[in-house]
Structure formats: C-alpha cells, structure tokens
C-alpha cells in the first residue's frame, strides 16, 4: 500500500504531556493541541517526501530508506536519522524518540511516537 496522498489528522493521544516531555514551551502546546494538522507524503520508490502543515508552521523531510538524513523535528531540531521499512511501516529512531507510521488501511496512517515510557498517537485520515 502506498503512503502517497494528503491526511488530515483526526485524533491524537497523550499530546501534551508528550509535547512537554520533547521541551516544548505550555504556549505552543496549548496552540497545537486542537490545530488538525495536514500531512502530505509522496513515495516513489524508496524516497518519499513528508510536508506537515500545523496552522502557519511547516515542515518538510525527504528521505531515503536505509540512507541517514538530516530531518527537522516538531521542536524545530534538526536530527539525523535512518529510516527502515518493515512490511507496511515506516520507522525511524530520533534522539531517543521511536517513531512508527504505518497505513492501517487505504484511507488511515497511523503514527506511534514513543519517548521513554510515554506514547503520543496520531491518528490520520485521507482527504
């Protein structure tokens, strides 16, 4: 199944505490948590492009999979990461957050963030 399309995101789990655990300040998190944000992927092969659109903010990642890239994280960081895929899903370690995206079904991404013990869930749907 093929990533590519535009989703809107339509619930999410444990958004603040995470978002305080990631050092961001109580104003943005406040800003954010009821904002819908918009991801579009485009997959061609082995790369893919990831454009979120939070409100004003935008942030645009192109990788490869297996090849380290320079990404830019919800803070604003920019990180080096390796992007693998396992069956249907995408993965990627970013100082010390796990992240897991996967399509569920055709219309559905899922993205998992795992920061210690504490789990932030995006649920997203096709536009």
């Known amino acids: 199944m093929s990533f590519s399309g535009k989703y809107q995101l339509e619930s999410q789990e444990n958004f603040e505490p995470f978002m305080k655990a990631m050092g961001l300040p109580d104003d943005l998190i406040q800003k954010g948590k009821d904002v819908k944000s918009i991801s579009e992927f485009e997959e061609n092969g082995d790369h893919f492009k990831v454009t979120i659109t939070t409100g004003s903010k935008v942030i645009v990642n192109e990788f490869t999979i297996g090849q380290e890239t320079e ?57």
């Open 71 to 127: 990404l830019e994280t919800m803070t604003g960081e920019k990180v080096k990461g390796v992007f693998q895929r396992d069956g249907g899903k995408l993965k990627v370690s970013l100082k010390g957050v796990d992240s897991v995206t996967e399509m569920v079904d055709q219309n559905t991404i899922v993205n998992t963030m795992t920061l210690g013990g504490l789990l932030y869930k995006r649920i997203s749907k096709r536009m």
